[in-house]
């Protein structure tokens, strides 16, 4: 496959290569199940529902909903539009999702009940916001003018009998990627992106298979998570188990044990969480052939431990936003643990040193990937796409070695970005709201590794004359002005922070500091 065709529509080609298996169940989630062929119909309602509310081809509806089956729906039924889905992660602040909807002038909102006091009030926040229509899963209680009820909307409305004729090329759907500074970066993604991660990664390195019962601990919102629950299972046939809690042990484990997936898809934190657990399931009660790992580099103890308790293998890759899925992985029954594997066969892999050339085999180098997956570009920031996206390379920000027999591993970032339990944080962002804390004087965060080898973030604090605060109330600070994922989990009071002559904080001394 070295082009796709025009026209080239995603949500029309899942729903064409599974018509045959339409009882088939697609989706499992905490309400019930939906077969392939309700879901091609409810897709295809939706996609009505948003063109009779005046959303045009290639405007952009801002996805803000937990995983239920009305994720996928509401994202195919975009697609099916030629509707661009603008997904976003469901655990950010009113003014995060202010920023958003102005930035990508979203036309309409697709929200679960829960988070509609959280959108509305953004939209309050948000003073030139363009969104007409408000679509809601799942209500929680009566709705108020403008927004209607999602499940009675598709009864209520036929089906849109054609797809939209978009192309390969053309702006399928959009992902917030965030950077160590400045506002997160609207990654415009194509229609075709998609099938190239489901070609590349998902049938070609995990061999996923109609058989197959997929469950993802990352959520659909991310690229791992829409690619585990939505992109390569629907490209196979196989089912997936969607879960709208937070995946923590005793809910992946209500899941392995009630669903039996075959593939789960995790995060290292996850995995070290589930292996200290003392509900850890047996491994005769669960039916898991394989389990994928990003985010974060997987510690090769944790990967062990794990095999040895269930007797299977846990695949680490490393994928991005950028470039939308996994681009460099270990294989099935090649697994070398510790490391993030090989390139995945599509993707080019390029470790270039300072003077931009490629470095020798032992040596560390910034990583560039190239992929027919990649993202066209950030919407509205011609700066930061030219940073990025070099020509047919994209720049990834980590840094890696390649050993004699081609693996690959993970050296650090070379930005300043912290990656905590498979998200990114910026010490900057952390840093600037401890330092709104009326007894903060000046506050240093870094990344720290915790006994399983995974990064935690820490924060250096120190406080102004005759001030006083705990540990525990500058965390709850953060959590209440920050997405919660991003709150210190060790603070540390100093007295002064490492500095240069010219003022400037040695965030490398805080570390050594740790290493000690
Ligand atoms: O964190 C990763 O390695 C990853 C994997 C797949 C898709 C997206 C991302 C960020």
């Known amino acids: 496959m070295t082009r796709l065709s025009e026209p080239f529509n995603f949500a029309e080609h ?24 309700a879901l091609e119909d409810r897709a295809r309602r939706m996609a009505a529902v948003l063109a009779n509310a005046g959303v045009r081809r290639e405007e952009r509806v801002l996805l803000l909903m937990l995983d239920t089956s009305d994720w996928p729906v509401a994202f195919l039924g975009c697609l099916y539009a030629g509707v661009v889905p603008v997904a976003v992660n469901t655990l950010l602040k009113p003014d995060d999702y202010a920023y958003m909807l102005t930035h990508c002038r979203a036309r309409a909102a697709l929200v679960s009940g829960t988070l509609l006091p959280v959108l509305n009030e953004a939209l309050a926040l948000a003073p030139h916001h363009e969104v007409r229509a408000c679509v809601v899963s799942l209500p929680q209680g009566p709705l108020g003018a403008g927004a209607v009820d999602m499940q009675a909307a598709i009864a209520s409305t036929p089906a849109l009998t054609a797809p939209a004729r978009t192309g390969p090329d053309e702006p399928g759907f959009w992902l917030y990627s965030s950077g160590s500074t400045g506002k997160p970066k609207g990654t415009v993604h194509t229609q075709g992106s998609l099938r190239w991660t489901a070609e590349l990664y998902g049938k070609a390195v995990l061999g996923l298979t109609d058989k197959d019962v997929c469950f993802s601990a990352a959520k659909l919102y991310f690229a791992y998570g829409l690619g585990n629950s939505l992109t390569f299972p629907l490209s196979v046939g196989a089912t997936v188990v969607l879960m709208a809690e ?271």
């Open 246 to 516: 937070r995946p923590t042990p005793a809910a992946t484990f209500e899941r392995w044990t009630r669903h039996q997936p075959s593939v789960f898809f995790g995060a290292p934190t996850g995995f070290a969480g589930m292996l200290a657990s003392p509900h850890l399931p047996s491994r005769s009660a669960v039916a898991l052939r394989m389990c994928s790992s990003a985010g974060e580099a997987l510690p090769a103890e944790i990967a062990q431990r794990f095999k040895d308790h269930f007797g299977c293998d846990i695949i680490d890759g490393i994928g991005s936003t950028e470039m939308l899925h996994i681009f460099l992985s270990n294989r099935p029954g090649e697994v070398r643990y510790g490391t993030t594997g090989k390139p995945v066969p599509g993707y080019e892999i390029s470790l270039r040193g300072e003077d931009g050339r490629e470095v020798p085999q032992g040596e560390i180098g910034d990583l560039y990937i190239q992929g027919p997956s990649a993202a066209l570009m950030y919407w509205n920031d011609r700066t930061k796409t030219r940073e990025t996206f070099q020509g047919a390379w994209t720049k990834s920000g980590d840094k890696y070695v390649r050993d004699a027999d081609g693996y690959y591993t993970y050296a650090g970032r070379s930005d300043d970005m912290l990656k905590v339990s498979g998200i990114y944080v910026s010490p900057f962002e952390v840093e600037a709201t401890l330092m709104q804390h009326t007894a903060v004087l000046e506050a240093a965060v870094i990344g720290t590794q915790d006994a399983d080898g995974l990064t935690k973030t820490k924060a250096f604090v120190v406080l102004k004359d005759g001030q006083a605060v705990t540990p525990d109330e500058l965390k709850v600070f953060v959590k209440e002005r920050l997405a919660p994922y991003k709150y210190p989990r060790m603070i540390e009071f100093l007295s002064e922070l490492p500095k240069t002559a010219t003022g400037k904080i040695q965030r490398f001394r805080l570390r050594e500091r740790e290493q000690r």
């Open 14 to 37: 899942l729903f064409a290569l599974n018509r045959a298996r339409g009882d088939r169940i697609a989706y499992i989630d905490d309400q019930g199940t939906l077969s392939y062929s």
